[in-house]
């Protein structure tokens, strides 16, 4: 049976009213049971919204009538971003099972923690992926796996189908359609309870597993979906999918590809040349990615213009940027060579994820990630003190770390209610470990970074991403982290890591001691002495996680 976290500072959430998307995850895929369109691309594969729907019925039927599992059963997903990602996760939660998508680039060790934390009864997933983790867990056969408690299922990339699908046919030899397979096996579904656990990358120790309910999800997807207002293209959109689905940024941009019956074409692992070929190729109209993944396709796009094409993307309309910060360079960079506004949104996976974005009738505000969405309330609170920051309408605020609350914040985390405990007041508040303030027209703005990434110089707090953001615009720098270094008489230093652009590094008269005084004089001039790094240090490629955000804390252990 599910296993629901019981502790006094989860908010007891009552279901709202959704009024712009279905009031069911499964409910998404409905519109679907008919058409005859294109609805999931990949590089061997075109599904249609029918035939889509059909192996979602029949993935369904066949995990009812093979696998022992109950309602509420925890069920791992290990795919690429793949077709076959969504087949299963649609049929997990017609039969109300529980998804745990896998970090495909977590260490074995990573995923066995998630495996048994979870506790998964069934895996999920592609042929290639599948005996990479089995073989590194030192489950090479099938005693082993049962001795783990483990059922596999396996989805074989090179057939794009799953195995005995065609045997689950004979239980129903006189179905007049697979709608009604779906009737008749589909179950009941809670709107607060327990849909989806999503482990974190665990870079702050080992994975936390977030509790995520239909609630959860589809309360910030109606949110997002209205914040975006586009509605009325419903059926005109083409997304291109190259974000980690196992993540919960990919995962949402995903289900609102599903609302607005837009096909998805999917790179199964980030690589800008085929990011590229299938702009170009398949018309595609909305692109979500991170900021480095921005930065490569920049660089396709320059490439493209010099091999004699005026507009690289033509029918690239919507670009939506999350899960790190984006330098105002890039951004300007983007505009301009894209013809396309790209906007900065922010959230964390405890909220489902998104909590602010920029707005397509305004356009990007450099340095905001835009207004909060509906049906949430953020506050500011003074981290020193704990008193609210007073946030006045047409004033900008001071800073505090942000807090939220609302009917997308998570239930907890799973079989953690220490950590639970620390992030989630007993009335509901997240604390998101994030430094912010609002501007004058109430855009959020991410001023600070991480409370836990403050450096302690001489006794002073000393926050990295206003630095960050500073030698970001220098066109030689292609990513920058600011970390602590130890220093035996101020305490901790300010050290910036530095990753070059790809110009810069074929460059072969580069003087880094020139470079190292110009991004000094950069953040003299634009912020202030005392915040100049004390050190500069050049990697040829800063460590980043699978969305593409630097990882700090790896960095801080490289450095001496």
């Not at 609170?381 to 001071?398: F, H, K, L």
């Not at 110009?503 to 072969?508: A, F, Y």
């Not at 000094?520 to 002495?529: A, C, E, F, K, N």
């Amino acid at each position: 049976m599910m296993t629901l976290l019981t502790s006094a500072v989860v908010p007891s959430i009552q279901p709202i009213e959704l009024t712009h998307v279905p009031s069911t995850l499964f409910g998404l895929i409905q519109p679907f049971t008919h058409s005859n369109q294109d609805l999931l691309i990949n590089d061997s594969l075109r599904l249609t919204g029918k035939q889509f729907y059909e192996q979602v019925a029949r993935l369904a039927l066949l995990m009812q009538s093979r696998f022992a599992l109950e309602k509420g059963d925890k069920v791992a997903l290990l795919f690429w971003n793949q077709p076959e990602f969504f087949v299963t996760f649609f049929a997990l939660r017609a039969l109300g099972l529980v998804a745990v998508p896998i970090n495909v680039l977590m260490s074995p060790e990573d995923v066995g923690y998630v495996l048994k934390h979870s506790g998964a009864k069934t895996l999920i997933g592609c042929e290639e992926l599948m005996l990479q983790v089995l073989n590194g867990l030192g489950l090479d056969d099938s005693s082993k796996v049962k001795a783990a408690g483990l059922s596999i299922l396996v989805s074989n990339v090179k057939e794009n189908t799953f195995p005995c699908m065609e045997e689950a046919l004979a239980f129903l030899p006189e179905t007049p359609s697979w709608k009604a397979v779906i009737d008749l096996i589909q179950v009941p579904v809670s709107p607060t309870e327990l849909a989806l656990l999503i482990y974190t990358s665990g870079t702050t120790g080992v994975p936390k597993g977030v509790m995520l309910s239909e609630q959860n999800l589809l309360s910030n997807l109606d949110a997002f979906s209205h914040a975006l207002g586009l509605e009325e293209t419903i059926g005109n959109q083409k997304f291109l999918l190259g974000l980690p689905l196992f993540h919960s940024y990919g995962l949402i941009c995903s289900l609102y590809a599903f609302h607005l019956q837009a096909p998805m074409v999917f790179v199964p692992k980030f690589n800008p040349k085929k990011l590229v070929l299938a702009l170009q190729k398949e018309e595609i109209t909305f692109l979500p990615l991170v900021p480095t993944m921005f930065t490569l396709l920049l660089t396709a796009a320059k490439r493209a213009i010099e091999a004699g094409q005026t507009t690289p993307f033509p029918s690239l309309k919507y670009c939506i940027s999350g899960g790190a910060a984006l330098p105002e360079i890039l951004l300007n960079q983007l505009n301009a060579l894209l013809g396309v506004t790209v906007l900065e949104g922010y959230g964390l996976t405890e909220t489902s994820p998104v909590i602010a974005v920029n707005l397509p009738k305004n356009g990007a505000v450099v340095n905001t990630v835009g207004p909060v969405l509906p049906n949430i309330d953020v506050r500011l609170v003074n981290p020193e003190n704990g008193d609210i920051v007073p946030v006045t309408q047409g004033q900008a605020s001071g800073e505090g770390e942000i807090q939220v609350k609302g009917p997308n914040v998570m239930l907890g985390y799973f079989q953690n209610p220490t950590e639970t405990q620390l992030v989630l007041s007993p009335d509901g508040w997240f604390k998101t470990g994030d430094l912010g303030k609002f501007d004058a027209k109430g855009n959020l703005c991410i001023s600070g970074g991480r409370l836990k990434d403050l450096i302690i110089r001489a006794g002073e707090n000393i926050a990295p991403l206003p630095i960050e953001r500073v030698l970001g615009q220098h066109l030689s720098v292609a990513a920058v982290a600011v970390i602590p270094r130890k220093h035996e008489k101020l305490g901790e230093a300010i050290h910036a890591c530095l990753e070059l652009s790809e110009d810069v590094q074929k460059q072969m008269d580069f003087s880094a001691e020139a470079l190292f005084k110009e991004l000094s004089d950069l953040v003299r001039t634009q912020l202030t002495p005392t915040l100049v790094p004390d050190s500069f240090e050049v990697h040829e490629s800063l460590p980043k996680n699978p969305t593409g955000k630097v990882m700090k804390k790896k960095l801080i252990e490289l450095t001496v």
